[in-house]
């Protein structure tokens, strides 16, 4: 069964920082391209970010490059969001989705950033 | 950006009847491949979105057949058959044609 789940989480003050980790089981990790997709609450669906399986390909939405970094380490079928000066507009519900030639077919059950003072 | 866009905002629906909900989308998600790279999701209360829909026309796996997809190569429509009281839920269009990977505002589905 094919399983991703985040953590990291949590409150964090404007302007700092925090990482997320998702964990893959029930599938070969290494063959797959990987994203981060946000909802804010109430909201619907933003995508964030994307690698490919062997991390050559990287791609980031407008809103958080410069600030967000993605990346994998296959042999601990983990994925990483490294989030950095943070805004009140970067809270939401962040999924780690897989991604293949079939769409975005397998979402974990999401983990919670809210940036407040 | 490719903006997608979705209509209406809220159907609601006897069990039993069907229901339809548009996508369209600011440029054609047909690929040089034959590929159109549009997808639907369902997200069900409080759960994670799970896709239905992928390549305009394919059911997902486990998706039950009274969900289909149709469409040209900038307005798409998904149809659910003999509505469900499991299908309720807000349902989105997506495209991977090209980055950023965008989605639709989302249809939320209720019953009668």
């Known amino acids: 069964e094919v399983q991703l789940v985040e953590s990291g989480g949590g409150l964090v003050q404007p302007g700092r920082s925090l990482k997320l980790s998702c964990v893959a089981s029930?599938?070969?990790?290494?063959?797959?391209?990987m994203n981060w997709i946000r909802q804010a609450p109430g909201k619907g669906l933003e995508w964030v970010a994307y690698?490919?399986?062997?991390?050559?390909?990287?791609y980031y939405a407008e809103t958080v490059k410069g600030r967000f970094t993605i990346s994998r380490d296959n042999a601990k079928n983990t994925l990483y969001l490294q989030m950095t000066s943070l805004r009140s507009e970067d809270t939401a519900l962040y999924y780690c989705?897989?991604?293949?030639?079939?769409?975005?077919?397998?979402w974990g059950q999401g983990v919670m950033v809210t940036v407040s003072s | 950006d490719i903006v997608m866009t979705q209509a209406p905002l809220s159907v609601s629906v006897t069990p039993g009847e069907s229901a339809s909900i548009s996508c369209r989308s600011s440029k054609s998600l047909l690929h040089s491949n034959g590929i159109t790279y549009v997808y639907w999701y369902l997200q069900k209360p409080g759960k994670s979105p799970q896709l239905l829909i992928y390549r305009m026309s394919n059911l997902a796996s486990g998706v039950p057949d009274r969900f289909s997809g149709s469409g040209s190569e900038t307005d798409f429509t998904l149809k659910i058959s003999r509505v469900e009281a499991e299908d309720v839920g807000i349902y989105y269009c997506?495209?991977?044609?090209?980055?950023?990977?965008?989605f639709g505002g989302g249809t939320k589905l209720e019953l009668k």
């Open positions: 029930g599938f070969t990790f290494s063959n797959y391209g």
């Open positions: 690698i490919s399986s062997g991390s050559s390909y990287i």
């Open positions: 989705v897989r991604h293949t030639a079939r769409g975005l077919d397998y």
């Open positions: 997506g495209q991977l044609l090209e980055n950023p990977r965008t």
